[in-house]
């Protein structure tokens, strides 16, 4: 909107699709200050961009990325810095990132900035001057033909020149800033000054959901030696690791899929930390260009910070150190990082909810076109900080269930998202205790009483299922879990419309650890692996009772999956995670073809 003023007025340039990706066009001179930005969201600068450019709404209004990648690849990590205790190391990774500098960082970058045009005005006189303001300023900047600068020269506004908004954040806190920037171009000519201003919003965070296929897998590799998992010993002593069979069966699944398979290595120190899927969660951001969108992957490093003994031998909150090898081995070209940390440690067992395993996604569906965020709390909770920037970009609205009861306290536990022949086209795979123990008797029935569980493998516990059965305490434990998992899918089900028989129930045996009266899942958590397509899914051998040559635990599950059209891929993991508390999904992580949501803005409704 123009207005003729007889002040300065400050402008707010926000970001939206590449100055390479999107058509400019030319204008004829005009009179006043003139700035045009994709305010309708086709990827192009038209005088269609006019109406309404000084407000956003859900259907209009144009979009800026968070220039959080490292397209250049000029930010470093120091080996000697990833095992420092203190959160100076962490500050000063995420403080390195193309939006942190005042130069367009190659070609690359350039695709970032979200363009806008500052129309000719040929009938400017030789002192005329213009000035671009983004407010607030700390959140985006403006680029005026390549370079950082806000003033125009007279030769500028008499032509018309490109603009280039760089975003320089994410939505953190809406409370604080809700996403939303106002650049204001303001024209100084014979004594009089005219503004133009355009509003934008910062591209939201959008997570993946488990129907978008891998195109990369991740895992962890033990960086010296077999190592054990977790720096943990839960393990018969002078037996490996198995991270081999671990490595070779998702190298299988993964191949078989056509997405490729990459390790992600510890420290010189030693291995430290396998999860890979606690140690982030990826997103995307969006913005419309010519055809489709300009996106860029944001992984959001888990909220964990821990207690270490700093040089002193004194304690020192330090955030998860495994979080800095995201930022040696993923960023780079169009792939950034964010986090929001604790200046403090959270305790223990509210520190395992900050972890990415505890944040899943639902695909779209009715009323939800971006799906929604799920995620676990309860008596225990993730830190506030970090999971409303998860939660507050917008579009994927929260489910939150109940996961204090847990002893890890993951989401990923019990449920996880499958495809379905139904309305929406998915379903969930819930853990299912009272099945387990169904399949247990069947066993006893059969006469196989004395097949064990883990019979195949090195562990130091082989019960047998008699010997379950007889275990009252054992069956207390599995119903009680049972009656846990029944109140998360009363508000599972509320909240997506999914009926009960829809349900896919798999076999998996829970019982309370000792020392903190917690539940855990004893054989393979089955719902706890890792979807490679909405039809492939690597899910960790639960190792049941072996019947007739048949594993029942097996057999139950790939008849159940296959009702629906999904392939198991049975991947090795038990004494590489399961023992230590994970899963195939724990161990893993994906970056997926989000090529189905990058357009959000086509579907979203007003903020």
Known sequence: MKRWTTSLVVMTLALSSSPVMLAWGTTSASSGAGLTADVNRDGRLTAADEAGEDRWTGGRGAIFLPNLDDDERRCTVDPAELDKAGAEVDQKLAACNDAADDRINGRGDAADLAPLRVDAQGNVSNQAGGRLSVVPADKARVFVDGKAVETLTAEQLRHGVRVGLEGRDVVRDPAKWDGQVSVTLTVADRGRTSSDVVRLRVAPLMLQNDLQRAETVLAAKPNQGPGWPGGQAPYPEGVPSEWEPFANTLGKATRSTGAKLRFVQGTADGWKDLWLQDTFEPATASMPAIGGSQTMRILIRSGNVWELPGADGKPIATPRPAGRLIYRDLRGPDVGVVQELSPVASSGLNDLLNMGGNIESLPPYAGYPQGRIVYGSGSRHPDPAFITMVTSQGYQPPVVIDTSWLMVGHADETTHVVRADNARGWTLAVADPRLAVE???????????????????????????????????????????????????????????????????????????????????????????LSLTARDFAVPDPHGPNVNGRDLFRQATERALGRNGVQVHWVEDFFWAHLAGGEVHCATNALRDTHSTNTWWKSADDL
């Open 439 to 529: 399949l247990l008797r069947e066993a006893q029935h059969k006469g196989a009483g004395g097949a064990r569980l883990f019979a195949d493998t090195h562990s130091a516990s082989k019960p047998t299922a008699d010997q379950v059965l007889a275990d009252g305490n054992w069956l207390a434990d599995n119903e009680a879990a049972a009656g846990h998992i029944d109140d998360q899918l009363e508000i599972l089900l509320k909240a997506t419309g999914l009926r009960s028989s829809e349900l896919v129930r798999l076999p998996v045996l829970f019982e309370k650890q000792k020392d903190f009266g917690l539940l855990r899942a004893v054989t393979p958590g089955l719902v706890n692996g």
